[in-house]
């Protein structure tokens, strides 16, 4: 069998992998947890025994790429598979299945805790969580810390050392523009008022449609943590959540996972089922280039677009049509005024700009705290509310909207909290760099997202992980990973 043969097969399996997962946060009864646990691990034991086999290596060794260019998809599809066939002899199989497990159990006690705000009930869980993750690193290896090699699988490149000097700067320029948009007395009373869902459900399914959402080949639903899953490009599943009491979060939800589905849907369709659409370190059918190139297109289409001015001078009366009562007395500058106003807060997934990636920098550190042993599990609660107190000026009334908000510990995702800041400031980046060309500037003031979707499929979605986070920056905006466009773009919208 040839090695795209073999790497078909293993991408089958994770996709099936990847269906339990999506039914387990979805549709899944309770009761089901512990099997859904052990049949998501044994598929997860096949993927690395695929990639790990002999013949694996016997298919890498007949791979014939001599005299293919460096960027050759096929010749990045071999050299993707022999990193990722290396990298897994040395993680022991039995740790993998350990892992796969431990997530699937934790998934159904975090949902118990989260519902009854109680940490006891999912502290045993994650004490597991992180010591898997610390043994996994181990078993990767890693020189400067522990939390470097955890930090690889989601974000290759990023370390301690570099995520504290970017997050240092991020702080300093940050702090000013918060401070003067604090300033203004902005009206944020109806975004709390009586949304029935069925109106929220029919908006939100607009508005990924209108950003360019194929629902031929996706789908809607509802979870507890909005996510964004494909099983090739030809199925890409996004989820929301509706609260019956306020708009912005099924709306806000819905088009960050939108831009997460334009992705996986506009990868190369020669690219399905290979290297280029399969995290082969991560076992997880994905094309996106790494997390936070994911996370820089959810960022985008939210932010960058669902947030502008014009986007609301354009659909705002879509929206007060859907609901009448809730919004009779407001006009689409107040709505865009209050969608955008900085008020710190408890949630991370319904933070503003300006405070979101504080939530982000408290996880990271707490992370690579909790791997390198500085802190204990059962220290999180506090330390929870003490680092939100310092850093937003908000007191933690319980766990569920503290510590037991976001579902990435449970899944065991230690370490990938860094990408939704790294997406936030790519997003950024990007999106300076395409709005250079009129017909996007252009379109962007009318509502016409045509151009900009052509431009990002042509320069990031359809490579799939072809090339790295950074070259593809360097292909698109001429630039590395920067910050400077992301500050600049914060300073002018909000100070």
């Not at 694996?56 to 066939?85: Q, S």
């Not at 999912?122 to 969580?129: D, G, I, Q, R, V």
Request: with cysteine; net charge negative; aromatic share 8%.
């Amino acid at each position: 069998m040839s090695l795209t043969a073999r790497i078909g097969m293993l991408n089958d399996v994770l996709c099936a992998q990847s269906v339990l997962s999506w039914d387990s946060r979805t549709m899944m009864p309770s009761g089901g947890a512990d099997s859904r646990a052990r049949q998501m691990a044994t598929l997860i034991g096949l993927a690395r025994e695929i990639l790990v086999a002999p013949e694996t290596a016997t298919a890498l060794a007949a791979d014939d790429i001599a005299g293919l260019n460096p960027d050759h998809p096929h010749r990045r599809a071999h050299e993707t598979t022999r990193a990722a066939h290396d990298f897994h002899r040395r993680i022991p199989g039995d740790l993998l299945a350990r892992r796969a497990a431990a997530r699937g159990v934790a998934n159904g006690a975090w949902i118990k805790a989260r519902e009854t705000s109680d940490f006891a009930l999912f502290a045993p869980h994650l004490h597991t969580s992180f010591a898997l993750a610390r043994e996994f690193a181990d078993a990767a290896g890693w020189q400067a810390h522990p939390y470097d090699a955890l930090l690889a699988l989601y974000e290759p490149g990023e370390t301690v050392a570099s995520l504290t000097a970017l997050f240092a700067r991020l702080k300093s320029g940050i702090a000013p523009i918060l401070a003067a948009a604090r300033q203004r007395s902005i009206r944020t009373d109806f975004l709390t008022r009586p949304y029935p869902e069925a109106g929220q459900q029919r908006i939100a399914r607009h508005f990924a449609e209108l950003l360019g959402y194929d629902f031929n080949r996706g789908r809607l639903d509802v979870t507890v943590h909005p996510f964004e899953v494909s099983f090739t490009r030809n199925d890409v599943r996004i989820t929301t959540r509706y609260r019956p009491d306020a708009l912005a979060p099924a709306l806000f939800g819905a088009m960050h996972e939108t831009g997460h589905g334009l992705y996986e849907q506009n990868v190369d369709p020669a690219h399905t089922g290979t290297a280029l659409a399969t995290d082969l370190i991560g076992l997880y059918a994905v094309g996106g280039a790494s997390f936070g190139a994911h996370e820089s297109q959810s960022r985008l289409w939210e932010n960058h677009v669902g947030r502008s001015l014009p986007f609301w001078q354009k659909h705002f009366p879509t929206v007060q049509a859907e609901f009448p009562d809730a919004l009779s007395d407001v006009t689409a500058t107040q709505f865009h005024a209050a969608v955008n106003a900085a008020n710190p807060g408890l949630i991370r997934t319904e933070a503003d700009e300006l405070t979101y990636d504080l939530h982000i920098i408290l996880r990271t550190e707490l992370e690579a705290a909790l791997i390198a042993g500085d802190m204990r599990t059962d220290d999180i609660p506090a330390a929870w509310a003490k680092a939100m107190h310092d850093q937003l000026g908000v007191a933690v009334p319980n766990d569920r909207l503290g510590c037991l908000q976001d579902i990435h510990w449970s899944s065991g995702m230690v370490g990938s909290f860094c990408s939704y800041t790294i997406g936030n400031v790519m997003a950024a980046q990007l999106m300076q760099a395409a709005k250079r060309i009129p017909e996007i500037a252009d379109g962007l003031q009318t509502a016409h997202y045509t151009p900009l979707a052509d431009w990002l499929r042509q320069n990031i979605w359809t490579h799939g992980r072809r090339f790295t986070r950074d070259e593809l920056l360097l292909r698109a905006t001429g630039s590395p990973l920067t910050p400077e466009p992301y500050l600049a773009y914060l300073r002018e919208k909000f100070a």
